[in-house]
Structures are given as structure tokens and as C-alpha cells.
């Protein structure tokens, strides 16, 4: 239950994201997303149900701090 509700915060939170990067020409952002969501697609595996699982691997807990101090700056400036 932790790890679908992280998923679901984690999914909610680059979609406010998106929503904050002002929209560009579609065919640079088409072609931008593709590359990166191949490049995600290694790290993505299907479990039984279905559902995608992305495995991220973070070298200590000081990454772990990092990524929160910033995704909760990028949060706090909208």
C-alpha cells in the first residue's frame, strides 16, 4: 500500500510539475518526452498485476535528502 501511494504522489507530483513549465512548440516537447521516457523504461519493470514499478537506486541517504530539499523548493515556488 506504501509503495502504490508513493507512486501515486510521485505521478501526481511531476504532473504539477508539467503544469508549471510553460508549453512549447509540441514537436520539440513530442520528441524530448519520447527520449526520456525510453531512457525510464530501463528502470521500469511489470509486476503481476500489471502496474509499472520504477527502481531508482540512490547511493546514500544524502541523495534521498537532496531530492526532497529540491522537489519541495520547486513545490514552494509555484
Given at each position: 500500500?506504501?509503495?502504490?501511494?508513493?507512486?501515486?504522489?510521485?505521478?501526481?507530483?511531476?504532473?504539477?510539475?508539467?503544469?508549471?513549465?510553460?508549453?512549447?512548440?509540441?514537436?520539440g516537447n513530442g520528441a524530448?518526452?519520447?527520449?526520456?521516457?525510453?531512457?525510464?523504461?530501463?528502470?521500469?519493470?511489470?509486476?503481476?498485476?500489471?502496474?509499472?514499478?520504477?527502481?531508482?537506486?540512490?547511493?546514500?541517504?544524502?541523495?534521498?535528502?537532496?531530492?526532497?530539499?529540491?522537489?519541495?523548493?520547486?513545490?514552494?515556488?509555484?
Amino acid at each position: 500500500r506504501v509503495a502504490a501511494a508513493g507512486g501515486q504522489l510521485l505521478g501526481a507530483a511531476f504532473e504539477f510539475l508539467g503544469a508549471l513549465v510553460p508549453p512549447r512548440g509540441d514537436a520539440g516537447n513530442g520528441a524530448a518526452a519520447e527520449q526520456l521516457k525510453q531512457r525510464l523504461s530501463e528502470c521500469v519493470e511489470r509486476d503481476e498485476q500489471g502496474q509499472l514499478k520504477l527502481t531508482v537506486t540512490l547511493p546514500d541517504a544524502a541523495a534521498l535528502d537532496n531530492l526532497a530539499r529540491s522537489l519541495a523548493g520547486l513545490l514552494g515556488a509555484a
